[in-house]
């Protein structure tokens, strides 16, 4: 399974309860990243991608216990330790700027970095990507 996350400078994932910012390019290229199999999320996430072209969709609050391998997890103003277990590959974008943040994640030990590359958003002048893989024990 991937999770896909998005974190500002200080690791911030949310406020509040909150997501901290939205993207549509950076929403088309989940979809696109996530089209070989069920992209889940939970419904209030979901709406970010209203208009885009992604049919692998499933959007149910338990989502993350619903999650397989092979699954995409969008995660948003939930803590995606739990989801680590199930995960073998996670995929941190970073909004390049300090939002209010509650809630924090890092990339915890056991993941290795294996690439990085920069885009332009619509709300972003740069969005970086970071894509890891769970190391073998």
């Known amino acids: 399974m991937t999770i896909f996350l998005c974190l500002d400078d200080a690791d911030g994932l949310a406020f509040n309860r909150r997501r901290q910012s939205r993207d549509r390019v950076l929403c ?26 992604a049919p692998n969709i499933c959007a149910e609050d338990d989502y993350a216990e619903k999650a397989a391998k092979g699954d995409f997890c969008f995660v948003e103003c939930a803590d995606p330790a739990p989801l680590l277990k199930k995960a073998d590959r996670l995929t941190v974008f970073r909004w390049n700027r300090r ?39």
């Open 99 to 137: 939002y209010p943040a509650d809630l924090h994640f890092s990339v915890p030990d056991g993941w290795r970095k294996t690439g990085e590359n920069e885009f332009e958003g619509t709300s972003h002048p740069v969005i970086t990507q970071e894509d890891y893989v769970k190391c073998e024990n």
């Open 28 to 53: 088309e290229r989940i979809a696109a990243l996530s089209k070989s199999g069920v992209l889940r999320m939970n419904t209030r996430t979901s709406a970010l991608f209203d208009g885009i072209n």
